[in-house]
């Protein structure tokens, strides 16, 4: 294992098309995308937003897995995540959102033992309940800090790669010693003429890192 050069990737949007945690608000929700919506403008903090939104949900754990049955993985992130184990490079997923849906769709893309930082849920009698492990005060509008993931690897002496697209991704610009953005994140990075590879999918980043 080369614990020296780390890739942290993070989930939704980056290594599948769909945001998943909107396919279970807008399926399952009460609320439907409200809460959603008011994070992506900035107005409440991920926990705000996860914890009100499944205040609204009567589902259960079976009825809300059958939604990850139809998300897969980005062209390319299979290939991409399996050459990096064939290299033996140290991988993890960083993510804003819950261990318990991201485990579930590596598996079943072949994926089941890759580290995860993400927030836990539990499907208790009286509702759910979650845990925020990565929650940092010095972020109070994210539950996980991807910043400080990074600088965590960053003290152990690793060069940390950073690939993400969204608003959840923003902690890693300027602290990941190279990141790889798509879509919002990449015009982001641009408008801000911060130093990073764009990609579209990942047989174009893997393109990106050969000639690196
Ligand atoms: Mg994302």
């Known amino acids: ?47 705000q937003e996860i914890t009100s939104t499944f205040a609204t949900i009567t589902a259960s754990r079976e009825e ?21 184990i064939d290299e033996d490079r140290h991988i993890a997923v960083v993510s804003d959102g819950l261990r318990w849906y991201i485990d579930s769709i590596l598996s079943r893309a072949g994926f089941p033992g890759i580290r ?30 991807k910043a400080g993931i990074i600088r965590r690897y960053q003290r152990r002496g690793s060069f940390v790669t950073f690939i993400g697209n969204g608003k959840s991704d923003t902690g890693a610009v300027g602290v990941a010693d190279r990141l790889c953005a798509r879509d919002w994140l990449a015009d982001y990075c641009e408008e801000r003429a911060v130093e990073f590879v764009r990609f579209n999918n990942f047989y174009d980043l893997m393109e990106k890192f050969q000639q690196h």
Do not use: H
């Not at 980056?14 to 945690?21: V, Y």
């Not at 399926?27 to 409200?34: E, H, S, T, V």
């Not at 208790?124 to 309940?129: A, L, Q, R, T, Y």
């Open 116 to 145: 995860i930082y993400a927030n836990g849920i539990y499907f208790e009698p009286d509702g759910f309940k979650f845990s925020f492990t990565w929650y940092d005060p010095d972020t109070p509008m994210r539950s996980s800090s």
């Open 1 to 47: 294992m080369t614990a020296s050069y780390v890739i942290l990737f993070d989930f939704d949007g980056t290594l599948t098309e769909s945001e998943t945690m909107d396919l279970i608000y807008n399926r399952f929700a009460a609320c439907g995308l409200k809460y959603s919506r008011q994070w992506s403008q900035g107005k409440i903090s991920t926990i």
């Open 64 to 84: 809300l897995e059958t939604l990850f049955e139809k998300t897969t993985l980005i062209p390319g992130a299979v290939e991409f995540l399996q050459r990096c």
